[in-house]
């Protein structure tokens, strides 16, 4: 499963189909991918909270009540998903309406690597992509940062150790991105932008 992760259950199914040589109707498709994210978003309304350091990060950025930089949340999951996640773990402030799903805000839908998604961000915005940074957790996520242009920090603190070297590897075989193992690092984000002089983040 490691292939799909910073997919959307759409692309997992998708990749599925293309892999094991099978198809579903439009109409079961949609059936499991309202199914998975029903669950998932049972789950993360139980169980989830913010990875150590990611609050204080966001903090740092949003200061005061009033954002010093724009920020973005640009994700492959559903937007219902999204939100869910943003409220459960007390980040819903710091994106206010910037909050973009390549499953939901996309028509047709379509899920990272595509990198759709931060295009269509970044045109929403009225930036470039040279104005911008993301933080990507997955291949993914990260493959489609970069198509799309923008300059990529690759965060996998958030992974199982067995998890991190595959990842590592991958990163910097495709030389995409700077990787950092702690959340807390992401202040680089902060100076990056300062000496460059740009205001907007996609994370």
């Known amino acids: ?9 759409g692309g997992v199914l998708r990749g599925m189909e293309e892999k094991h040589k099978f198809q579903l109707s439009d109409k079961n498709r949609d059936m499991y991918v309202k199914l998975e994210e029903d669950r998932v ?88 992509p040279e104005e911008c940074i993301a933080v990507e957790d997955s291949v993914s996520g990260m493959r489609a940062a970069v198509d799309a242009g923008i300059y990529t920090i690759g965060y996998i603190g958030c992974y199982l150790d067995t998890h991190r070297a595959d990842d590592d590897k991958t990163a910097k075989d495709q030389q995409s991105c700077k990787l950092y193992w702690k959340y807390a690092t992401v202040r680089y984000v902060d100076s990056w932008l300062s000496a460059t002089d740009k205001r907007s983040v996609a994370i």
């Open 1 to 9: 499963m490691s292939t799909y992760v910073g997919q959307n259950f």
């Open 41 to 128: 978003i049972g789950e993360i309304e139980a169980k989830a909270e913010p990875c150590v350091g990611c609050n204080e990060v966001l903090d740092e950025l949003f200061t005061g009540g009033k954002p010093q930089y724009t920020m973005a949340v640009v994700s492959s999951s559903a937007l219902r998903r999204v939100e869910a996640s943003l409220k459960k773990a007390g980040q819903t402030e710091y994106f206010s309406d910037r909050v973009f799903s390549a499953a939901t805000s996309l028509i047709p839908p379509t899920s990272k690597p595509n990198p759709r998604i931060y295009i269509h961000a970044m045109d929403k915005l009225s930036v470039k």
